[in-house]
DNA sequence: AAAAAAC
């Protein structure tokens, strides 16, 4: 109630300038690499090879599906370390979920996701699907049931059950019908729901013979890239590489993760002729056209990942440029996203093809796995204290956490570092090498907590991750939707927190009301909120994690003490790992059906 | 609506 009288003044009033020195003490010096760790993504780095899968791929996916990060009250963070793992190896029973913050007991709905209707009901209804547009193909129930309908490799299906793809999800069953039919596609699917295999397999079943062995029967196929997946950021493009290398099994298919280093190595035209697959974020692309390093001529399917991020203004100019260099006559295009507003829509349908449209579920809705809170937190400097509780309780672990600038990022991390948690960070501002390595080490279960920016927002599946906390209220629904959907995938379930501030007010209705709609409580007071109208949103980029003046740690340098220090967490967290009490330990690799989980988005 | 990300 108290929250009520605040937000309906509108918000506070922060002073910026006032926290700049703090600011530059924290600039720049955030330095997440560890000797330590042995990041082993040149394998990734270096797309000509149609190698093998990366060793720490699967280390940290497809944690338990039951079971939540709560246990005993007060231990500390690393005796909840300790206590997690165990957790997870005989948790069955869901333990008590309902964490300090949450609102009320009220038991969560659990109509919202898929499989809801019964075993007996049409793939459709049982997933939800809705499709628009002319003569959709009907669509598969089993994975098997593609090579009665297509011609499929069989090489395809055996890596999927050897990779443990069992039952296609909802966007599975639709949408690899209407791509192995070579039609145009937009495909709305919560996150967590396997769309990366849902354009990869489609992918793979049509180029069938790699272009390194073709022979005089398939040389019809022209020379040259046939498949072109875009991705909004090098992390997830690594992400679908890694999934793709999953199908690519057995068979010379090069597929080339874009880089500045693969770049170099396309130089000659004889071997850019043999490849068969480029992932790539836009920019990168677009230089190399500009280059003449790369030509898209030959490119018969085109994938637009996390589709409404691709074709916002910032990269809309690039997008363009790519499809104009896609000349092929026979060029199917397909846009795959969680979230897809109208007006991007429009935008994307005016580049497909007769295209048609695949629902899963609602259209912008959270996925239904994941256990939403919104905790009040009062002011900015009440943020930090409220975390530091959380870790010091029963903290859903590993934790992703999102801030609103690389600045934050940078300083929470230090401000967590100090605290002496196992804490990562990952910000556009960091080095292609620091960021490679955070990845690397979150999936290898060295992290718990990971501090980044909205770079991290969409598509990037650590299995294991526990929970989200918007530490910074997202700026908008779809980033909602988005950021809390790095966990809770596969229908494991997830905790998503969220932080607001009287700050916030003008946009807590729209998520208070995607947190409703999920079947969370939520007071009512939120959902009866003004809508966001002209109210003016407080600048989070320059503010200091922390308040000088409210006492506490606030900002310090960097000193070797604290290099020290780090060093010796990742020792620590590594004779965890060691011990098996850590995500990324084997242990960890099945879910509590002993089933695998799908790929993702 | 706005920062972050893309090189």
Known sequence: MEAFHLLSRGGAKFNKKRFSKDLQLFHSKSSSSS???KASTEKTLDGLKTGELPVELDFFKYAPASGSGSGGAGAGLKAKSEAIAKEQDDQREVADRSAPSSPTGK??????????APASAPVTLRHKIATTGSNVPPPIERFSDLSDRYRIPPLLLKNLSEHGYTTPTGIQTQGIPILLESRDLAAISPTGTGKTLSYLFPIFA????????????????GAGVRALILSPTRELAGQIYNESLKLAQGRKWRIVLYSKATGATLAQKEVRDKIDIIISTPLRLVSALKQGTIELKNVRQMVFDEADRLLEQGFLPQIEEIIGACTHPNLRKAVFSATLPAGVESIAKSFLFDPIRVVVGLKDAAAASIKQSLVYVGSESGKLSTLRQLLASSPPLPLLVFVQSRERAAELHQELLYDGVAVDVLHAEMTAKQREESVSRMRQGLTWVMVCTEVMARGMDFGGLRGVLNYDFPQSVQSYIHRIGRTGRAGRE??????????????LKSIANVVHSSGWPVPSWMLALPKPSKIKRRVLKKMPVERKDIGVVAGRGIGKGDAVRRRDMVRASKRRKASGDVPGDGERGKDAKGRRSEGEE
């Open 494 to 507: 997830g905790d998503a927190i969220t932080y607001f501030t009287d700050a916030d007010a003008p946009y």
């Open 35 to 37: 000797s330590d760790s």
């Open 206 to 221: 049509h180029l069938s013979v790699p272009s390194s062995s073709r022979t005089a029967e398939s040389a019809s196929t």
């Open 107 to 116: 038991k969560r709905k659990r109509d919202a996701g898929e499989d809801s």
